[in-house]
């Protein structure tokens, strides 16, 4: 049976645990979607890897690790993380597209006036280039003849920037002092996505960020640039439809990094304190996440949409600094109920109560009343069992329902 891993929120759901502790079951690890704007954590005993390009199976010895097609590629990013990993678990689809560090400026400029909230990565640039057709191809890159055949690409590459008063060279990374490195490590990482079309390996996909940042399906324009739903798996990594089996990810509350509307979201001196004590700071920006109540409205549609057959609830050790917590089950507007996450903006919400835990024990939470009525309560609302309850950072922190 293949896995399809798929946060609901907006990210930052735990992802990387979760896919870590999955990939002990799973022969190849494909990440289809994203660049270095997310960050997934992952522990190994009490050393804390972060992932931005890599899937996060990395640090499994039997996984095999798929950068696939639809990545936006940054080679000094990919460079500095696989240096203390094991290289020859690691392939590279041969037509991921190259992103240049010029974009992550250029993102800077742009957001500084926009005030969308981006990580500054330089995603949306790349994806303006990447369908002006003025991108290269990590196959291209040392195709001598291709470039040749391929001025006038060239040329505008360099014109795309001229506003900026910045002269961008193509082959500048032929001159830094990795590229023995780059040479060595591309040569035999590079591969086509077909070789692992309908073979026997068990796979288990991975996106970037949550449904809800999705670019078509989110709440433009406070969204990333690429397709995260489960139906872009197939044309992202160019895998089949075919005997897969979606699990969804959430966090027992929602945090958002980044502008855009956030209803359930707390007070100021309350999401500056939760924050310290949970450690909810951005693991890419290292902004601090703005925090609020679980909106089950918003996880009903993205459960539809992605068709969700189990769910993943994770930090709910987190919710034992907290006496009282709120549970956002519809919208409201002059006592009439809307149930709309997309139009949400001037909406009031409707929260249920429920009574805290006070100590973070795997013992303890499976004989605690209060844990297990707001575990039942959220599966009865989105009508989808919970599988796998999160208690803590590392993999044996983990209840199996």
């Known amino acids: 049976m293949n896995l399809s891993v798929i946060g609901l929120q907006w990210g930052d759901e735990g992802k990387g645990k979760i896919i870590d502790l999955l990939t002990n079951y799973c022969n190849i690890n494909i990440r289809y979607n994203g660049g270095h704007n997310a960050g997934h954590v992952i522990y190994l005993k009490n050393i804390k890897k972060v992932v931005r390009i890599l899937p996060s199976g990395v640090l499994k010895k039997k996984c095999l690790c798929l950068i696939s097609n639809n990545v936006a590629l940054l080679l000094n990013n990919l460079l500095y993380e696989i240096s203390d990993v094991n290289k020859d678990k690691i392939i590279i689809s041969k037509n991921i597209f190259i992103i240049n560090k010029i974009d992550e400026l250029i993102d800077y400029l742009i957001d500084k006036i926009l005030k969308i909230g981006t990580t500054y990565s330089g995603i949306s640039i790349f994806y303006i280039r990447k369908y002006s057709k003025c991108c290269f191809q990590i196959k291209n890159l040392y195709n001598i003849i291709y470039f040749i055949k391929n001025f006038n690409i060239i040329f505008f590459y360099n014109l795309y920037f001229f506003f900026f008063k910045i002269k961008l060279k193509i082959n500048i990374f032929l001159f830094s002092k990795k590229t023995k490195s780059m040479l060595h490590f591309f040569k035999n990482n590079i591969v086509n996505n077909n070789k692992f079309i309908n073979n026997s390996y068990k796979k288990i996909f991975e996106s970037s960020q949550g449904a809800l940042l999705d670019f078509d399906l989110g709440i433009y324009p406070f969204v990333t640039c690429s397709n995260i739903i489960n139906k872009s798996i197939f044309i992202s990594s160019?895998?089949?439809?075919?005997?897969?089996?979606?699990?969804?990810?959430?966090?027992?509350?929602?945090?958002?990094?980044?502008?855009?509307?956030?209803?359930?979201?707390?007070?100021?001196?309350?999401?500056?304190?939760?924050?310290?004590?949970?450690?909810?700071?951005?693991?890419?920006?290292?902004?601090?996440?703005?925090?609020?109540?679980?909106?089950?409205?918003?996880?009903?549609?993205?459960?539809?949409?992605?068709n969700i057959s189990s769910l993943i609830l994770t930090k709910m050790d987190s919710l034992i600094f907290l006496k009282f917590i709120k549970i956002v089950i519809s919208y409201k507007i002059n006592n009439k109920k809307y149930y709309n996450y997309k139009d949400n903006l001037f909406y009031n919400n409707q929260c249920i109560f429920f009574n805290s835990w006070n100590i973070s024990n795997k013992l303890y939470f499976k004989n605690e009343k209060n844990f297990h009525i707001y575990i039942r309560f959220i599966e009865k609302i989105l009508n989808t069992p919970i599988s796998i309850i999160s208690i803590g950072k590392h993999e044996r922190d983990i209840i199996f329902l």
């Open 238 to 306: 160019n895998f089949f439809y075919n005997k897969i089996k979606y699990l969804g990810i959430m966090k027992s509350y929602s945090t958002r990094v980044g502008n855009g509307s956030f209803l359930s979201k707390l007070e100021i001196n309350k999401n500056y304190l939760l924050s310290l004590l949970t450690n909810e700071f951005g693991t890419n920006s290292l902004k601090v996440r703005k925090i609020g109540w679980l909106d089950l409205v918003a996880i009903i549609e993205m459960i539809k949409i992605n």
